[in-house]
């Protein structure tokens, strides 16, 4: 499938309308409060509904319960030994690079902005983190698993932002395009997937074929679970490379609501991170990992630090010798990373659980009134050229 501009023109003109249709029957009727607390106690796959339920959420909930019938099993348990093999790689690249990615789009951050609250500004960090650990567990897709009812909600979030900005005339859907639009969906997945897998290889993180495939697919089901045309979406990790760089190519520049979104990213981290020593990392880890051109954009300070990252797939590197050479210091190293990331997550939430409620308001902020790698080592797909040089 060869992406072109008029395929992601129609792309922003649609929506997800089976949620969009509950969203706009619940705010009809003034249900949304009891909808979200009813809601609350609805957190597995398998659980009953409450008898509350209005009859538009329960029947979108029991339509989408399930995943897609083509999903291949095996794909993804290799996807899920992948994540726990690389957990720590992948959350820092989800957290400075893919967010960042996210803010470096003006409209997409301005989206953001809209319910991103600015008095506890980990909200989205850990949304995104809770997110990906109930999509990596073993019980993912079974009775009892998390993930699905996640799903279920963040779709239903993303159309009660469209219905807010519609309904209070927030949004110019004719220079915009639809609010978290197809092509905005399809590009959020690209930057959960294929950015990811390129911020590794900036890291120097060596990844087998067969592990880069197997995470990509797991985020293209994501993508299906969410809403996304997967007639329209990436394929394989070729079509994801050309749609992600006409995608970033068409929409990426400065914003002011990308620099305060940035600015709350690296002052969550500093505050995450014992003392002060190490603040400067924050900042220069995200300009290493997207680049000197998106910082600028994004007002990532500078430091001394900047010349420093680039030693980490050196530092990098010597532990996956670790992990090659022992089976002991693999499980270590494995542990670590896992203890390492449920912290991280624990501390961007506090000890709670994201709930994905639907919000009845928006915010008026900002102006929006395996292993086998290094046999089979994975690299990049080529740019396609669409980017600017």
Known sequence: MTVTPEAMDALRLAGDPPADDVVDALFERG????????????AQS?????????????????ATATPPDWVDWDQIEKARLFFIRNNVHISTALSFASMPACYVVPHVARLLSATHSLDYPSRRMAETGQFTLYLMRPDAFEAG?????AA?????????????????????????????????????????????????????????NEGAEAYFYAWRL???????????????????????????????GPSDDGITLTR?????????????LLDPVVPA???????????????????????????????????ERIEDSSPLGAWALDRLGDLTTRFELSSLT????????????????????????????????????????
């Open 285 to 319: 880890l995200i300009r290493y990992l997207i680049g000197d051109t998106c910082a600028d954009w994004l007002q990532v300070p500078r430091s001394t630090w900047d010349k420093a990252i680039t030693l980490a797939p050196t530092l990098l590197g010597i532990f």
């Open 31 to 42: 249900d949304i409060g009891k909808f979200n607390t009813l809601m609350r106690w609805f």
């Open 350 to 389: 506090r000890g709670r659980v994201m709930q994905y409620a639907i919000p009845e308001h928006l915010h008026d902020e900002h102006g929006v009134t395996s292993t086998k790698h290094r046999t089979d080592p994975w690299s990049p797909p080529p740019l396609s050229n669409r980017l600017p040089a």
């Open 46 to 62: 398998g659980q009953p509904l409450p008898d509350d339920v209005p009859e538009e959420a329960r029947d979108y909930l029991q």
């Open 152 to 208: 279920q909600k963040v779709r239903l979030l993303h159309a009660s932002i469209r219905h807010h900005l519609r309904r209070e005339n927030r949004w110019d859907e004719a220079a915009l395009g639809v609010p978290i639009c197809q092509e905005d969906m399809i590009g959020g997945q690209m930057m959960f997937s294929i950015q990811v897998l390129d911020a590794l290889h900036r890291m120097g993180i060596h990844i087998s």
């Open 222 to 252: 994501v993508g299906a679970i969410l809403g996304v045309d997967t007639h329209a979406a990436p394929a394989d990790l070729a079509e994801a490379r050309d749609f992600s760089d006409l995608y970033m190519a068409r929409h990426m």
């Open 264 to 276: 709350q990213l690296i002052d969550l981290y500093e505050q995450v991170v014992p003392g002060t």
């Open 145 to 149: 698993g998390r993930f699905l009812p």
